[in-house]
């Protein structure tokens, strides 16, 4: 932060504390927010800690009383970069203010050792050494601002404090965004549905363990990869995902060969046929677009589940249908389904050939009609199959044929791993002789 700032202050808004300067330069004031605790305000402020560097000891000890005087700064001080080091071994420091010339190793070694050694506490150069290519050098190698000595001392003391809350609150921020994409990450990785996400330049940030398991692949050969490179994992060669055609048209969607295209709000709903490692698979898909709090485009995220089960069980089913229909609709035998309280819900031709209703207005009973002999229900609900004979009546079937003597069979239907019974088939044929007899069969 450059220029001159003349005033600074801050305000209470919930469990934060924001800071402002005001400041010549511009026409506008620079909000920081200080998460934690501000003095008098128990509970609210976690002091800003820095480690001063300077080997003059008087400018070392105004510059400390200095920044510690409004008790938003803790300061540590040490006169050597060595014995900086060691102070670093022991504990953490929000911020690292550093001369530049001092005996043994200068700042901007320093700087280096610290960087070199993946340790990145925003630093601070603070030095009377007004050579450009220090201060190129000293940016280009990690620092986070370059302050030089020697302006009107009140002046440069609040801009060197600007720069330290500057420095502490981005660090801050940057170390709670780190935080959070981490959270969400492990939310993301333990998701039952394989999810992947993008950042808003398309690259790859997240791909979760059932993600891996879909595809074999692991994630740390697909984090960073860019689209259309992830794609490879499910159809070996590069096309868009459903997460890269969130904004295409529905048309352009289906041209990729996805298929019940639809949307919900912002979200794009689509299924396809993948080529996996383990086979080709029948995926149902959904990708959403994120947005910051900005309302911009951040990224987007895709999660994926494999419903090659469903879709082989439906058919499976259909399949079933059809041959079920076929002897159905087109057997010489009367047949008639009822349901587990024995009301009929259908009958084929020859049925209604004897006289049952075709329609639900006047559907028949197989429990209150008198088509049962005594003891047959029981049996019924015992899971057991009945058989008889009968010969049509008026108060049976309402027949609109002549009477027949019919053998009847009726068979309980069941669910699978269902110990109860889902309903009821019945078999009527025609017999040439009458006989009295009545037959139960248990199966």
């Not at 997460?243 to 689509?270: C, H, P, Q, S, W």
Request: glycine share 8%; net charge negative.
């Amino acid at each position: 932060m450059g220029g001159e700032c003349v005033n600074s202050t801050g305000f209470f808004a919930g469990d934060s504390f924001y800071l402002y300067e005001y400041c010549t330069w511009c026409i506008h004031s620079l909000q920081v927010h200080v998460p934690g605790r501000i003095p008098n305000k128990p509970g609210y402020f976690s002091m800003i800690s820095v480690l001063l560097i300077e080997d003059d000891r008087n400018l070392l000890g105004i510059t400390r009383d200095y920044l510690a005087k409004k008790g938003l700064i803790s300061v540590h001080t040490a006169t050597s970069a060595a014995e900086a080091l060691e102070l670093l071994k022991t504990r953490n420091y929000d911020v690292i203010v550093s001369d530049y010339r001092m005996p043994d190793m200068d700042g901007l070694e320093l700087l280096k050792n610290l960087r070199a050694s993946g340790n990145e506490i925003p630093f601070i150069m603070f030095t009377g050494r007004s050579r450009e290519q220090v201060v190129i050098e000293a940016l280009n190698n990690g620092a986070d601002f370059y302050l030089q000595k020697g302006d009107e001392p009140k002046t440069q003391f609040i801009e060197l404090e600007n720069m330290i809350i500057q420095a502490s609150a981005r660090k801050r921020a940057e170390d709670s965004l780190r935080e959070s994409i981490r959270r969400l990450s492990d939310i993301i990785s333990f998701l039952p549905d394989a999810t992947l996400a993008i950042d808003r330049g398309g690259n790859l940030i997240a791909w979760n363990r059932a993600m891996e398991e879909l595809t074999g692949v692991p994630a740390h050969q697909m984090l960073g990869r860019n689209e259309p490179d992830y794609s490879l994992a499910f159809y070996g060669k590069r096309r868009p995902l459903l997460i890269d055609l969130i904004f295409a048209t529905d048309e352009e969607v289906m041209n990729y060969g996805y298929t019940g295209v639809r949307r919900k709000g912002a979200a794009l709903i689509a299924e396809c046929t993948a080529s996996l490692a383990s086979g080709n698979k029948t995926l149902w898909g959904i990708a959403t677009p994120l947005f910051d709090e900005q309302g911009a485009m951040a990224g987007a995220i895709e999660s994926i589940r494999d419903t090659s089960g469903i879709r082989n069980a439906e058919e499976a089913r259909l399949k079933s249908e059809i041959k079920f229909r076929g002897i159905f609709d087109h057997s010489p035998v009367a047949i008639a389904i009822f349901d587990e309280k024995g009301w009929q819900s259908e009958v084929n031709h020859p049925c209604r050939d004897l006289g049952f209703p075709g329609d639900v207005s006047g559907r028949y009973n197989l429990f209150t009609s008198n088509i049962l002999p005594p003891g047959r229900r029981e049996a019924l609900s015992r899971g057991e199959a009945v058989k008889f004979e009968i010969t049509t009546s008026r108060e049976i079937c309402s027949p609109v044929t002549p009477s027949s003597h019919l053998d009847v069979l009726i068979t309980p239907l069941f669910y699978p791993l269902h110990e109860s019974s889902s309903g009821y088939i019945m078999q009527l044929r025609d017999i040439p002789e009458h006989s009295q007899k009545d037959l139960m069969i248990a199966t």
